[in-house]
């Protein structure tokens, strides 16, 4: 079966720490791996990675995949409160009409 | 500008009404997606279609129905028989260009049936 299994569960840091959260995965034919940011309502886009080894950047974001060990890490540095949100891994597998497969999220509150 | 609507934002029913969501994307997509979710519970899949009329299901497709007649449109009705339609429902919808893949989601309808 399927599985995206994200870690930790939830994490609370203060303003200006440097946190990883974690994304590891079970499924057949891997095509990519999504990560979103989901605040009050829908998750809006972040990275996708289908490439190991290749680190995805976006401001205080990166991201990078490892195909061998099937994970996936998100880091956000000298996090700020707008950072607090749900970080939602979504993996896509390629098999004909399927959507993605989504972990339960990492709840992230950061404290001024 | 282009993007997801999805209506109305909040929704209460009785038990036992069956009720429809709309959503609806100018981002001219084939395909487009109904997701729910429940607290502690990562996006689970309803629902999928890839193209104009034909859908699939997904992985809790009991007690859903969904139809998709035009591009734009893919609207989910939550019947009687669904167990526990108290939720936040998203609705989303994909391309694939070159090299890269994007998934769009909509703001979201928040079911509540008492």
């Known amino acids: 079966e399927d599985k995206v299994v994200q870690s930790p569960l939830s994490l609370v840091v203060h303003e200006g720490d440097t946190v990883t959260l974690n994304c590891s995965y079970e499924?057949?034919?891997?095509?990519?791996l999504l990560w979103y940011k989901q605040e009050k309502k829908a998750p809006t886009f972040l990275f996708m990675l289908t490439s190991s080894g290749i680190e995805k950047k976006s401001g205080r974001l990166s991201s990078i995949l490892d195909k061998k060990e099937l994970f996936s890490i998100l880091n956000i540095t000298a996090t700020q409160t707008g950072d607090s949100a749900v970080y939602l891994c979504a993996v896509e597998a390629n098999q004909a009409g399927t959507a993605l497969i989504f972990g339960k999220g990492t709840t992230l509150s950061v404290s001024s | 500008d282009g993007g997801i609507t999805q209506s109305p934002k909040y929704l209460f029913r009785k038990e036992g009404q069956n009720v429809t969501l709309s959503c609806e994307q100018n981002?001219?997509?084939?395909?487009m997606y109904w997701y729910r979710q429940d607290p502690g519970q990562g996006l689970r899949l309803i629902y999928y279609?890839?193209?104009?009329?034909?859908?699939q299901k997904g992985d809790i497709a009991e007690g859903y129905s969904v139809s998709r007649e035009k591009k734009e449109s893919f609207p989910l009705t939550v019947t009687s028989a669904q167990k526990n339609p108290t939720a936040f429902y998203l609705c989303a919808s994909s391309i694939y260009r070159t090299g890269t893949y994007e998934q769009y989601f909509g703001p979201g309808t928040r079911l509540t049936v008492t």
């Open positions: 981002l001219n997509h084939d395909a």
């Open positions: 499924v057949t034919n891997f095509r990519s």
């Open positions: 279609s890839q193209i104009v009329n034909d859908f």
